[in-house]
């Protein structure tokens, strides 16, 4: 990337999808590859709305196009297969393509849809900010270069889709269940959705139920006036029951007619539906229903009811064709639970609940990345319904092992109100911790001041020396990145005052931060001695990442006041300790450096060189091992040496980041 202009401040760059140099405060955003867009919906011919797609039609090409329009009426109506037959023809004319958001898994909240809608926009966590109106910012920039089609389904309040509307050349289509007259100050347009007129829902139930005795309309005319026009009920009669029962048998299940309400029609459908699907796909249905899921897959729900996944896969397709499921667009062989089918399963045991809650706890402490980000709206759905039923120890347990990127911190918020509410001070401040942790780890150093604040209060009331030095430690750490060394350092050395004795780990993160404020202070000397005092109380906890992290430290700090050796001891030191903990890249470094010498047969040669030098040129990993090994590459012999450091450090990264461009 280019180099900013000399009167741009700013503090982070970010290669983001967009044509032209955005500046939003100090994040510049700089062109780059456009990230691809998930693919538009592709739906079949939509029965009966040609009328509602004209008036879709006519909003989008309007001189005054509005920002977006709201599509509303009762679960099973069709608004989202309107939605999508929409996208499928328009989607391709937006630069951005299209993107999708479903806004009803974290309650009214915007942030966790933002989040969803950056990344799909090409950021990384660590580019998103966890303010929602920072995000707001950020996705609107995004957007004004390359206008897409944001789809938002299921939308709470206007002021959940206020956050979302993208403006700019892009337009947003949102459902809800109801109007929300709130989006009229935005000019968003609103346009009720309506059950399908009796000819149409004829042509629908006719159109996929093939068998012999659903050819005369006539027959199944009683059966269509019970559906009341929805959608979903004539498909969930069609692709189930009608292809095993007749029309009167079926009627007869639908039992006595009704007011005019088509969600209960649909409910209505729903349970004849799922007395007439296979036991083992409504069983299955049912533990994920229980569980609390709302995006289904089947590696999950393989684990939850000990199938195999190939097995499970073949029961969501059969509960998806007969229409109990809906797939995801964009996301093959992921589901979610049509809320007319939702709410016709029978009540369930809380079994499945727990299972999912242990499953998440083993599965985050394994792979806590990867867990949130496949789980992400099980996790948040589930976060919700426990706050709405205050069920405070299913919150602790999501909040305690969910992994760590921005959107847990609203998990963790939840988890933290409930627990207030009901007094619980000591669970209280543990999560308030958490919630500070993470909060510094993005960032965002007003939201962790908060929550180290109210945990330092919730401390002194309880008399807990422990949580009080843990909450001084994280506003030490707030300080030191807000570049406040003297505040940091009276606090640091008050958390390692009230930790000594109680929590080890903690103890030793707080004299490891002293250690870190004394460099950037300049007193080399003092850091020295507070960052060995560190490394000896993390090998005493076999603390692998508090070792390889010190080390690192230690190493900086020599190389600071022109002690080589030693810094290059620090080095490697900090590389074992990482290669211990399970870095790929380190042991990598550790295979070709056995012996501090190069393993690569009888002599690297030119062309080892040569490939190493261009692997360095193209890498831009920057974890720790890397910025260890670009180190030691720095301290190496120089380039006439291509049997020492440097090309052992070329080969390392080589390994991880495949060769790049060839030096110029």
Do not use: K
């Not at 390692?496 to 300049?522: N, S, W, Y």
């Amino acid at each position: 990337m280019t180099g900013p202009a000399p009167d741009v401040d700013l503090s982070l760059r970010i290669d983001a999808p967009v044509e032209v140099a955005v500046q939003i405060g100090r994040l510049v955003l700089e062109p780059g590859v456009p990230a691809p867009s998930p693919p538009a919906p592709v739906t079949g011919p939509l029965i009966g709305r040609a009328a509602a797609l004209a008036a879709l039609d006519a909003l989008a090409a309007a001189d005054r196009r509005p920002p977006g329009v709201l599509l509303y009426g009762p679960a099973g109506i069709g608004a989202s297969s309107l939605v999508l037959g929409f996208a499928a023809r328009h989607g391709p004319t937006f630069p951005g393509g299209v993107l999708l958001a479903h806004l009803d898994d974290a309650g009214a909240d915007p942030g966790p849809p933002l989040r969803r809608l950056l990344l799909d926009l090409g950021l990384t966590d660590a580019d998103i900010p966890a303010r929602t109106t920072d995000r707001t910012a950020l996705y609107r920039s995004l957007l004004a270069a390359r206008p897409a089609l944001v789809l938002l389904e299921d939308a709470r309040s206007a002021e959940q889709v206020r956050a979302l509307l993208p403006g700019g050349g892009s337009f947003a289509i949102t459902t809800a269940r109801r109007a929300l007259p709130g989006l009229a100050v935005d000019d968003v347009a609103s346009q009720p959705v309506h059950g399908l007129h009796h000819c149409s829902a004829t042509d629908l139930l006719g159109s996929h139920a093939d068998r012999p005795a659903w050819r005369d309309p006539d027959r199944f005319a009683a059966v269509v006036r019970r559906c009341q026009g929805s959608p979903l009920a004539l498909l969930l009669i069609a692709c189930g029951p009608a292809t095993t029962a007749s029309p009167e048998e079926v009627l007869a299940a639908l039992g006595p007619a009704g007011p005019v309400d088509p969600a209960r029609a649909a409910v209505t459908a729903a349970r004849v539906a799922l007395a007439a699907t296979p036991p083992q796909a409504r069983d299955l249905l049912g533990v994920a229903v229980a569980a609390g899921l709302v995006d289904l897959g089947a590696r999950t729900l393989a684990a939850l009811t000990e199938r195999e996944p190939a097995a499970t896969g073949e029961l969501l397709e059969e509960l998806a064709r007969r229409r109990l499921l809906t797939p995801v667009p964009g996301a093959a062989g992921r589901f979610t639970v049509p809320d007319p089918v939702r709410r016709a399963l029978p009540a369930a045991g809380s079994g499945a609940a727990q299972r999912y809650l242990d499953l998440t706890t083993a599965r985050s402490a394994a792979d806590p990345t990867g867990w949130f980000d496949a789980e992400q709206r099980n996790l948040l759905a589930r976060a919700t319904a426990a706050a709405r039923a205050q069920d405070r120890d299913t919150l602790g347990a999501l909040a305690g092992a969910a992994a760590a990127p921005a959107d847990v911190a609203w998990i963790v918020a939840r988890a933290a109100a409930e627990t207030a509410a009901a007094g619980d001070d000591a669970s209280e401040a543990a999560i308030r911790l958490r919630a500070a942790s993470i909060h510094r780890r993005g960032g965002a150093w007003g939201d962790a001041l908060r929550e180290a604040a109210r945990a330092l209060e919730l401390a002194e009331r309880l008399g807990d020396r422990r949580i009080g030095g843990h909450a001084t430690r994280i506003v030490a750490d707030v300080l030191a990145g807000r570049g406040e060394p003297a505040a940091a350092e009276r606090m640091y050395l008050t958390a390692r005052d009230l930790l000594a004795g109680c929590d080890p780990e903690q103890h030793a993160h707080a004299v490891r931060g002293l250690g870190q404020v004394h460099r950037r202070q300049g007193r080399i000397a003092e850091a020295l001695v507070d960052l060995r005092a560190a490394l000896t109380a993390y090998r005493r906890l076999g603390h692998r990442s508090g070792l390889a992290a010190t080390w690192q430290d230690v190493a900086e700090a020599e190389w600071e006041r022109g002690h080589r050796p030693e810094a290059i001891a620090g080095y490697r030191a900090a590389l074992a300790s990482l290669a211990g903990d399970g870095d790929r890249l380190a042991q990598r470094w550790a295979t070709l450096a056995g012996g501090g010498r190069l393993q690569v047969g009888a002599g690297p040669g030119e062309a080892a060189a040569e490939l190493a030098g261009r692997a360095l040129a193209g890498a831009v990993g920057d974890g720790a091992a890397a910025r260890a090994i670009r180190a030691l590459a720095a301290l190496g012999e120089g380039p006439a040496d291509r049997s020492g450091t440097q090309l052992l450090a070329l080969c390392a990264l080589a390994a991880e980041s495949g060769p790049g461009p060839a030096p110029g």
